[in-house]
């Protein structure tokens, strides 16, 4: 079974930085793409970034030109660098992986992390 796994959330000033990490076990295949949700209580899951295999890095509009996500195919992981955070960006932010077959459920599978908190004081 895959399980993703997110750390290095925590609680930062306005203005800082925070650099997220996913780590991907239970499998040795790559994914079809990997990305960062978001979440606020009381809001919808939301798309912070996404990294497909074949194709082009996507960012939200509130986060490009301060967020990077990079990531490692072979290493079935990926990371989120956020710089000049806002009080905005106060969520908990979750690791996805898309799968296009999956054993596990017999078909195309979306994995999600447990996520990690990040908040931003004012």
């Known amino acids: 079974q895959v399980q993703l796994v997110e750390s290095g959330g925590g609680l930062v000033q306005a203005g800082g930085s925070l650099r997220l990490s996913c780590a991907a076990s239970?499998?040795?295949?790559?994914?079809?793409?990997m990305g960062w949700y978001r979440q606020a209580p009381g809001k919808q899951r939301e798309l912070v970034a996404t990294?497909?295999?074949?194709?082009?890095?996507k960012y939200a509009d509130y986060v490009k030109g301060r967020f990077t996500i990079s990531r490692s195919i072979a290493k079935n992981a990926v990371y989120l660098q956020m710089n000049s955070l806002k009080p905005e960006d106060t969520a908990v932010y979750y690791c996805?992986?898309?799968?296009?077959?999956?054993?596990?459920?017999?078909?195309?599978?979306?994995?999600w992390g447990q996520g990690t908190q990040v908040t931003v004081a004012s």
């Open positions: 996805s992986a898309h799968s296009s077959y999956s054993s596990d459920f017999g078909g195309a599978h979306d994995y």
């Open positions: 239970g499998s040795i295949f790559s994914f079809d793409a």
């Open positions: 990294a497909p295999s074949g194709g082009s890095i």
